[in-house]
């Protein structure tokens, strides 16, 4: 397995535990040492036993030597990043060919190379002419084998998947018997537990990855967009989506509104597919919106809460509730409150923030005078507002009282939805959240 990141380690550590012997390599020398003295360099619920369980039983090692990984290996899996290119949203496959030629240069007889990563439309096939001309010699395939795990459900979902998804090279003289073959035995525990199986091209393999995330951003985007009309048309968003959701053509998953979708893959992945479209001369058009509209929302819920202060947060202080892109990860890469906290910091907040998980990857990305603080009640301490950006578990049992306790103001945007507009109202708060009539009080 190339790469220990996100996708590599949990990848790698379920396939040890489904019995096989994995060798990791992780070339960040930090995430390394963390891996070899036990420590999990990400929050991940339940890894950190997996893992410790994995090497204990010998099945599982880190290390930065590819060669020894790659020699007598069955099946070299890359999962390294493929983050979003600046400017034309394009994914940077550049981790993925250095990856290939490092895995060419060191093979020893036939070796099947699965792209794990998620890699743009025809990656598979540069991959294929890499190998060839670092290594004319050498008897390989490829294959693309694109993972669905979500953070914060990753063990569950690698577990038991709706579906894998393998694509091999079906052009190729004399088929692609033996690469299927080795990913069938890899994948056997999902056959017992009757998971689809699903092997196809490379080609559609790769768009399928791009597909699937594509078509959750767009389902996001369309009920934060419904979620904007039912303030307008005093709806609620709730009911709205539970109604639809109950039509098992609609689902009732993924229509939850909020400050927008952020995360490792769903804006890079859509940000990817349009530029697939373009360059392919088939635009996806309805993507393109989906990006628009999900970097307009981000800006738009700062201007909410600028508004909800009656136009003006210069001076005010402002608690806010959670900062990754959604709950039960650390992983602060593309969330809202990015966006949101710049916003309010520029417009001249003072901001207090907590995080369960989050507050050091925080760091990194949010405004230098954020301050940090100990937990949900300390953010809450002498704000004038209080703003829920991510809705972790903890947040919903905060009582109205416990707050009015801790907080200078009453008002609250819950831009998450996790908590009963009536009660925040009995309880003397002027409270907005999404979708849902607002418990302004007028004078
Ligand atoms: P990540 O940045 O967390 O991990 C990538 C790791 O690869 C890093 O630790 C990096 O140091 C290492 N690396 C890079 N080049 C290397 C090399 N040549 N040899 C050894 N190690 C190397 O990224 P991630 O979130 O795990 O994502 C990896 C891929 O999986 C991406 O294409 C992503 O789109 C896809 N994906 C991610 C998720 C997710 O939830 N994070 C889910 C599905 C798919
Ligand atoms: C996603 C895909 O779900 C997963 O299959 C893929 O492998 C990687 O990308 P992940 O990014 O971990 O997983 O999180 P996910 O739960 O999909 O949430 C992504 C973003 O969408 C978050 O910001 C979340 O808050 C947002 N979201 C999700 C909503 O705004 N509303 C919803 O109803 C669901």
Known sequence: MIGGGYVGLVSGTCFAEFGTDVAIVETNPDRLTALREGRIPIYEPGLDRLVAENVEAGRLTFGDDIAAAVKGADAVFVAVGTPSRRGDGQADTSYVYAAVEQVARVAEGYTLIVTKSTVPVGTG?????IVHATRPDLDFDVASNPEFLREGNAIVDFMKPDRVIIGTDQAKPGGTQRAQDILRKLYRP??????????????????????????????????????????????????????????????????????????????????????????????????????????????????????????????????????????????????????????????????????????????????????????????????????????????????????????????????????????????????????????????
């Open 125 to 129: 096939r540069e991959i294929a002419k």
């Open 190 to 443: 999902l056959y017992l537990l009757e998971r689809p199986i699903v092997f196809t091209g490379l080609e559609t393999a790769e768009l399928i990855k791009y597909a699937a995330n594509s078509f959750l951003a767009m389902k996001i985007t369309f009920i934060n967009e419904i979620s904007d009309l039912c303030e307008k048309v005093g709806a609620d968003v709730n009911d709205v989506a539970r109604s639809i959701g109950l039509d098992g053509r609609i689902g009732k998953k993924f229509l939850h509104p909020s400050p927008g979708f952020g995360g490792s893959c769903f804006p890079k992945d859509t940000r990817a597919l349009t530029a697939i479209g373009r360059n392919a001369g088939s635009p996806v058009r309805l993507i393109e919106t989906t990006v628009a509209v999900n970097e307009l929302r981000m800006k738009a819920m700062g201007e909410r809460v600028i508004a909800l202060a009656g136009g003006d947060v210069k001076g005010l202080t402002i608690g806010v509730l959670g900062l990754t892109f959604k709950p039960e990860t650390d992983d602060m890469r593309e969330a809202a409150s990015i966006v949101v906290l710049d916003q309010l910091d520029k417009a001249g907040a003072q901001i207090r923030a907590f995080d369960p998980a989050g507050m050091e990857t925080a760091r990194a990305v949010l405004p230098k005078a954020v301050t940090y603080c100990k937990d949900a009640l300390d953010a809450a301490t002498g704000a004038d507002i209080l703003v829920v950006l991510t809705e972790w578990n903890e947040f919903r049992s905060l009582s109205p009282e416990k707050l009015k306790t801790r907080m200078t103001g009453r008002k609250v945007a819950d831009l998450r939805n996790i908590w009963d507009p009536e009660s925040l109202k009995e309880a003397g708060f002027d409270y907005i959240s999404l979708g849902r009539p607002d418990m302004v009080h007028t004078a």
